[in-house]
Antibody, heavy 119, light 107 residues
Framework: EVQLVESGGGLVQPGGSLRLSCEASGFSFSKHDMHWVRQRSGNRLEWVADIGTNDATDHAASVKGRFFISRENAKNSLFLQMNSLRVEDTAVYYC?????????????WGQGVLVTVSS | DIQMTQSPSSVSASVGDRVTITCRASQDIRSWLAWYQQKPGKAPKLLIFDATTLQSGVPSRFSGSGSGTDFTLTISGLQPEDFATYYCQQAKRVPLIFGGGTKVEIK
């Protein structure tokens, strides 16, 4: 069974940093591109970043230069380093697996982790 | 970036009804479109990919159609467990862009 379990969320002050982790199991982690997607207060889903099987990365314009996605295949883990956090970064962050059969389609999501940026 | 516009934003329907949700892309995305279902407090769930292909385990009352810029998700015979919010997503390239969502509510 595919499982994605996020951790590392919490309350942080504006300007602070957090590192989100996602532990994957039930599939060959190294063979899948992975994404982070966030959702503010039940609103529209917003793509944050992705990392390919070759470690190539892309980041949304809204987080570029502040957030950094990475992976460690030996530990079946995905990460999101978030720096210079802003109030508008407050959201539930989902770790997501890209489908092998359909590029840029997410076929499995984690349960999500809440990040709150507030003073 | 490719923009995705969904309509309606909400729809009230009864069990057994046929519900249709539309999604329009700001440019040609061929068949690179996915549909997701999300229930309150839960992660989204993939329903359809490549515009028309049903994800494994998804009931056949869900169907997708369209290509290019105009797409449709149809639920034929709404069931109680289908009351949720539905999102489309362009899958042509990053950044992945999602539609604004359609909330299917009980009439």
């Amino acid at each position: 069974e595919v499982q994605l379990v996020e951790s590392g969320g919490g309350l942080v002050q504006p300007g602070g940093s957090l590192r989100l982790s996602c532990e994957a199991s039930g599939f060959s982690f190294s063979k899948h591109d992975m994404h982070w997607v966030r959702q503010r207060s039940g609103n529209r889903l917003e793509w944050v970043a992705d990392i390919g099987t070759n470690d190539a990365t892309d980041h949304a314009a809204s987080v570029k230069g502040r957030f950094f996605i990475s992976r460690e295949n030996a530990k079946n883990s995905l990460f999101l380093q978030m720096n210079s956090l802003r109030v508008e970064d407050t959201a539930v962050y989902y770790c997501a697996r890209e489908a092998e059969s359909s590029p840029e389609t997410v076929d499995y999501w984690g349960q999500g982790v809440l990040v709150t940026v507030s003073s | 970036d490719i923009q995705m516009t969904q309509s309606p934003s909400s729809v009230s329907a009864s069990v057994g009804d046929r519900v249709t949700i539309t999604c329009r892309a700001s440019q040609d995305i061929r068949s690179w479109l996915a549909w997701y279902q999300q229930k309150p407090g839960k992660a989204p769930k993939l329903l359809i990919f490549d515009a028309t292909t049903l994800q494994s385990g998804v009931p056949s009352r869900f169907s997708g159609s369209g290509s290019g810029t105009d797409f449709t998700l149809t639920i034929s015979g709404l069931q109680p467990e289908d009351f949720a919010t539905y999102y489309c997503q362009q899958a042509k390239r990053v950044p992945l862009i999602f539609g604004g969502g359609t909330k299917v509510e009980i009439k």
